[in-house]
Every structure is written in structure tokens, then in C-alpha cells.
């Protein structure tokens, strides 16, 4: 069994800044690509930054030069740090890994979900 573990979701000032952490556990052979997605309420989700296990990264137009996704391999954590933030990116944030796991003789890769934490930014 495979867990993803968010922390860090809370109420901010617009401006002010937090640090998301997701942290995955248990049967774990590694991880590939680490993704936050966040949801807004009334609104579709959407991918917010993404990690691959190259440490390459991308990120949503909206977020750019503001949030910074990084991993600690030897934790299997990935953690968004967001700056400046606004009222605009308060919504649930979600973070999802594609983890080989074995799986019977060999492994296989599954897609996993922590199951979100609320950032709240009041203007």
C-alpha cells in the first residue's frame, strides 16, 4: 500500500506565502513525476507544477515565477513553495505521483493521490 500525505495548507494574507509538503509511503520502489493539482470551489482542477524524476519542471501560466515545486528523493516529498500569493489561488491543493510498486514477481507503476489540503488567501 501506497500513501500521499499533504501538510501545509492554511489561511494567508494576499502577498504572504506557504510551503506545501506531500510525502508518500509505504511500498515503494521510486518514484517518477510528482504533481500538484489544485481545485477551486465551482472549479475544474488543474495542474498547478510538475516534477519529473530528472528534476525537470513546468508550471501553470498562473502560477509561474511565483510557486516552486522541489523534491527530496530520500524522503519521497515533494513540496510547492508559494510566494506572493493572491486571493485567486485559494483552492484545494492535490498532490499525485506516478510510483513503480511491486507488484506480484516484477513492478509496475501506479498513479496515487494524497487527499488535498486547503489554502485559503484573504485579500
Known amino acids: 500500500q501506497v500513501q500521499l500525505v499533504e501538510s501545509g495548507g492554511g489561511l494567508v494574507q494576499a502577498g504572504g506565502s506557504l510551503r506545501l509538503s506531500c510525502a508518500a509511503s509505504?511500498?515503494?520502489?521510486?518514484?517518477?513525476?510528482m504533481t500538484w493539482y489544485r481545485q477551486a470551489p465551482g472549479k475544474q482542477r488543474e495542474l498547478v507544477a510538475h516534477?519529473?524524476?530528472?528534476?525537470?519542471?513546468n508550471y501553470a501560466d498562473s502560477v509561474k515565477g511565483r510557486f516552486t515545486i522541489s523534491r527530496d528523493n530520500a524522503k519521497n516529498t515533494v513540496y510547492l513553495q508559494m510566494d506572493s500569493l493572491k486571493p485567486e489561488d485559494t483552492a484545494d491543493y492535490y498532490c499525485?505521483?506516478?510510483?513503480?510498486?511491486?507488484?506480484?514477481?516484477?513492478?509496475?507503476?501506479?498513479?496515487?493521490w494524497g487527499q488535498g489540503t486547503q489554502v485559503t488567501v484573504s485579500s
Open positions: 509505504g511500498s515503494i520502489f521510486r518514484i517518477n513525476a
Open positions: 499525485a505521483a506516478l510510483i513503480m510498486v511491486p507488484t506480484g514477481p516484477s513492478f509496475g507503476t501506479k498513479e496515487y
Open positions: 516534477i519529473s524524476n530528472d528534476g525537470s519542471t
